[in-house]
Each structure stands twice: as structure tokens, then as C-alpha cells.
């Protein structure tokens, strides 16, 4: 009969919570400290300092990426033209046995 697997994977879980548990020590875990409140101008500031660091893509790597989007999607547009006409006239071959 197989065994039941634990919640910590084959070994059974934390080793450092095995090893306290097992020395007759407890394990405690502190609460998160409470978070201070920002108020909105400090939230403002905060936001403004972000945008800062925003690294824009220049003109000429907007158009590369811009044409190549163009360029994937044409060939998917494609690729789905094909498939459909494909399977449109596998479809109509086999409506044509039936006639």
C-alpha cells in the first residue's frame, strides 16, 4: 500500500522546523509590522519618482517593432487562410462522397 506524501515533499517537510520540533524547542513567526499610511501628495511624489525611471524605446526601435508586428501578423493571417481553405475543401470532398 502506498504511502501518504506530505505536505512538505518526500522528506517531510521544513528540515529547520523538524530539527526544533524535534529538540523540544517551538518555532515561533513574528506578524508583519503594520504598514505606515501614505498620504496622497506623498503618493504623488512617490508615483512622479517611478515614472522617472520609465526607459522609453526610441523612435527607430518603435518602428522596427511596429513593422515587424505588421510583418506576424500578416503571416499568421496566412498560415489561417490557408489552413481554413485547406479544411474547406478536405470538407467539401467528403460532402462529395455522400452525394
Known amino acids: 500500500m502506498a504511502k501518504a506524501k506530505s505536505p512538505g515533499g518526500r522528506r517531510g ?5 523538524t530539527a526544533a520540533a ?12 503594520p ?5 496622497p ?3 504623488l511624489s512617490q508615483v512622479r519618482a517611478e515614472a522617472r525611471k520609465i ?13 515587424m508586428v505588421l510583418i506576424l501578423v500578416l503571416i499568421a493571417a ?6 481554413d481553405f485547406g479544411l474547406g475543401w478536405v470538407f467539401q470532398q467528403i460532402i462529395s462522397f455522400g452525394r
Open 78 to 83: 496566412l498560415f489561417f487562410w490557408v489552413v
Open 55 to 67: 526607459t522609453w524605446p526610441s523612435r527607430k526601435e518603435t518602428w522596427i517593432t511596429s513593422v
Open 13 to 17: 517537510g521544513n528540515r529547520t522546523q
Open 22 to 33: 524535534g529538540a523540544g524547542q517551538t518555532v515561533t513567526v513574528d506578524a508583519p509590522a
Open 35 to 39: 504598514r505606515k499610511k501614505t498620504s
Open 41 to 43: 501628495a506623498q503618493f
